[in-house]
């Protein structure tokens, strides 16, 4: 539980927490080979994942006893993503049940590779550990 919750598929895919505070957020991951698409790149949905996790983290830096739900996200491609990658995100305004943030992942020369803005609603934690979860978006 390194981000404070349980995810599984963020410790399948290895992400790992550098920073989470006031507003703020860092993690890095190093993509395997079967993380890669068929141009040997990592595959866009695990950078989506990146950043999805990234801005979530940013989101719930300011209280990281409350839960949050994907809302929306844009993403922007600009380079392939290659070798030990950094996302960093931010949280730009938050509201009372909603946090808007954007994210940033950097490749391994430090070059920005993917870009992406996302709204999330902040949710009370599941009740039932290990049991059926159920978050409303209403």
């Known amino acids: ?3 404070g919750v349980e995810i599984p598929f963020v410790h399948h895919l290895g ?12 993690l890095q991951y190093l993509p ?9 790149v990592t595959h866009g949905g695990a950078i989506m994942t990146l950043l999805d996790v990234t ?7 300011v209280d990281a006893e409350i839960g949050v739900v994907t809302i929306e996200m844009k993403t922007t491609f600009m ?7 950094t996302g960093k995100g931010r949280l730009m305004h938050r509201t009372r049940s ?11 020369e ?29």
């Open 32 to 40: 395997r080979p079967e993380h890669m698409n068929s141009f040997l």
């Open 55 to 61: 801005m979530a983290t940013a989101a719930r830096s």
């Open 110 to 138: 430090g070059k920005a590779c993917a870009h992406a803005t996302g709204t999330f609603k902040y949710v009370k934690p599941p009740a039932q550990p290990g049991g059926a979860n159920t978050i409303s978006t209403d």
């Open 98 to 108: 909603m946090a808007f943030t954007e994210g940033t992942v950097f490749d391994a």
């Open 79 to 85: 380079q392939p993503c290659r070798g030990l990658l």
């Open 1 to 3: 539980m390194i981000f």
């Open 15 to 26: 992400f790992k927490l550098i920073m989470m505070e006031g507003g703020a957020s860092e």
